[in-house]
C-alpha cells in the first residue's frame, strides 16, 4: 500500500510548501475580501499650507461682531478663614442656664406613720418633695441697654435665669418678655461695657450663602459651626404657630437654641431655634428665625411688653379636591371655618361653621397658615373685608379684626423630639 502512494506524497508536499511561501511572501497578489476594490488613484504629495494668514482688506461699512463675552474667572474661593466674623459676632453671644424647682411626686408608702419614723431622724431634706430642673441655651446680646433675644422654650417656666459671658462675666437676667408663638423671648442684664451684635437684613439672605452658628452646644462652651443658608420661607413644620424659617446645614446641636447665625461679617441673619432629627443630634437640617422677624417681636415685647396681632377668632381647615366639589368649587381655593370662637371677631361678623373662606381683603387663599400670617400683622380694629361660599352661594361680608388672646398651651411644647434644646 505505502509503495503505491509514495508517487502521490510528494506533490501534496511540494504543492503546501509553494502555497505557504506565495502567502506570506506575496499577499498583495493574492485577493482579500475585505479590501476595497475600486481603483485607487495614484496619491498626490499632501499639500504645503502656509501658516501666515491672507491679509483681509478692511471694510468700514462691515459691522462689528456681537461676541458674548464671559465674564472673568473668579480667582476668590472666600477667605480661607472666618475667624474676623467669629471675633465681631461671638462675644455677644452668651450662655444661658435657666432652673426651675418642679414638685416631685412622693411615694404611697412615704405617706404610712410606720415608713415616716425611719426618716425623721434625717432631718427636713429627707422629705423634701421637690427638685430643681436645669437646662441651658444660648442668647444674642441685640443692644448696650442689655436686651438678650433668647428662645422662648429655653427659658420657659425659670425661676431663675444665669447669663454668661465670653470675657467670663455672669450676671442673673430679668424676663422682659416672651411670644410663645414664635418661640421668643427677650431678657435683660445690667453690666457695662457690653458687646452687641449687628443685624442684618434677613430678607437679602440667598439660599448657598455661607453661614456660622454660634452657640452653647451641650454646655462644652462657646462654639462655631459653619454650613449654608439651604433654604428659606421654612413653614408648615409644626414648631410655632407662626413659622418662616431659615433653614441652613451648619450643625445645631441640644445648646444652641437662641444663638446667633451670622453671615461671612460676623453679622446676624437670624436666631438658631431648632432641628429636624431622628437621633436627637445635628443631621444637617437646622432652622432658624429670621433676624427681620426677630428684630420686630424685640420691638413690641420691649415697647408693649406683648406682640399684638390680628385675630379672626375662626378654626380653619384646609381644603381638599374632594370637599372643594362638595361645596361646588372648581378649584380646591380657599379654607374651610371649622369652628368659631364664641364672642370672637368671626362669630360677631356672622361667619358659621361650614362657610368657605376664599379671599381676605381681596386677595384669594392659597395657603391657610400664610393667611393666618398676614392676618396677624393687620392691626386690630381694622374692618377686614371677606368672600365666602355658604350652601353654594358666594357672599361679602366684613368684620373687625380683634386682637389675637395669648395662647393657653405653649405651642413649642406640642412637637416633642424637634427642638434642639
Not at 80 to 104: F, T
Not at 153 to 170: M, P, S, T, Y
Not at 312 to 338: D, H, K, N, W, Y
Request: net charge negative; glycine share 10%.
Amino acid at each position: 500500500m505505502r509503495r503505491y502512494m509514495l508517487p502521490y506524497l510528494w506533490p501534496v508536499v511540494t504543492g503546501v510548501l509553494l502555497a505557504v511561501v506565495i502567502l506570506f511572501a506575496l499577499p498583495e497578489q493574492l485577493p482579500n475580501p475585505f479590501r476595497d476594490s475600486t481603483p485607487q488613484a495614484p496619491q498626490s504629495p499632501a499639500p504645503v499650507i502656509s501658516t501666515v494668514p491672507a491679509a483681509v482688506e478692511p471694510n468700514p461699512n462691515r459691522p462689528a461682531p456681537e461676541i458674548h463675552q464671559a465674564a472673568p474667572l473668579s480667582r476668590n474661593k472666600g477667605p480661607v478663614s472666618y475667624s474676623r466674623a467669629v471675633e465681631q459676632a461671638a462675644p455677644a453671644v452668651v450662655n444661658i442656664y435657666s432652673s426651675r424647682i418642679v414638685e416631685r411626686d412622693q411615694h404611697p408608702l412615704m405617706s404610712d406613720p410606720f415608713f415616716q419614723q425611719f426618716f425623721d431622724s434625717q432631718g427636713d431634706d429627707a422629705t423634701t418633695h421637690q427638685r430643681m430642673l436645669s437646662s441651658l441655651g444660648s442668647g444674642v446680646i441685640v443692644s448696650e441697654d442689655g436686651y438678650v433675644l433668647t428662645n422662648h422654650h429655653v427659658i420657659n417656666g425659670a425661676d431663675e435665669i444665669q447669663v454668661a459671658l465670653r470675657d467670663g462675666r455672669e450676671t442673673l437676667a430679668e424676663v422682659i418678655g416672651t411670644d410663645p408663638e414664635s418661640d421668643l423671648a427677650v431678657l435683660r442684664i445690667n453690666l457695662d461695657d457690653l458687646p452687641v451684635i449687628e443685624l442684618t437684613d434677613s430678607a437679602d439672605v440667598a439660599v448657598g450663602d455661607v453661614a456660622l452658628a454660634i452657640g452653647n452646644p451641650f454646655g462644652v462652651g462657646q462654639t462655631v459651626t459653619m454650613g449654608i443658608i439651604s433654604a428659606t420661607g421654612r413653614n408648615h413644620l409644626g414648631l410655632n404657630a407662626y413659622e418662616d424659617f431659615i433653614q441652613t446645614d451648619a450643625a445645631i446641636n441640644p445648646g444652641n437654641s437662641g444663638g446667633a447665625l451670622v453671615n461671612p461679617d460676623g453679622a446676624m441673619v437670624g436666631i438658631n431655634t431648632a432641628i429636624f432629627s431622628r437621633s436627637g443630634g445635628s443631621q444637617g437640617i437646622g432652622f432658624a428665625i429670621p433676624a427681620n422677624l426677630a428684630h420686630s417681636i424685640l420691638d413690641e415685647l420691649v415697647t408693649q411688653g406683648r406682640v399684638i396681632r390680628g385675630w379672626l377668632g375662626i378654626e380653619a381647615q384646609a381644603l381638599s379636591r374632594e370637599l372643594a366639589a362638595s361645596f361646588g368649587l372648581q378649584t380646591p381655593q380657599g379654607v374651610i371655618v371649622a369652628g368659631v370662637v364664641s364672642g370672637g371677631p368671626a362669630a360677631q361678623a356672622g361667619l358659621e361653621p361650614g362657610d368657605v373662606l376664599l379671599a381676605v381683603d381681596g386677595e384669594p387663599i392659597l395657603d391657610a397658615r400664610s393667611t393666618m400670617s398676614e392676618i396677624a400683622s393687620i392691626p386690630p380694629g381694622t374692618s377686614l373685608p371677606l368672600t365666602i361660599v355658604r350652601s353654594g352661594e358666594r357672599m361679602e361680608m366684613t368684620l373687625e379684626v380683634g386682637e389675637r388672646p395669648l395662647p393657653a398651651i405653649p405651642i413649642n411644647e406640642e412637637v416633642p423630639g424637634q427642638r434642639d434644646s
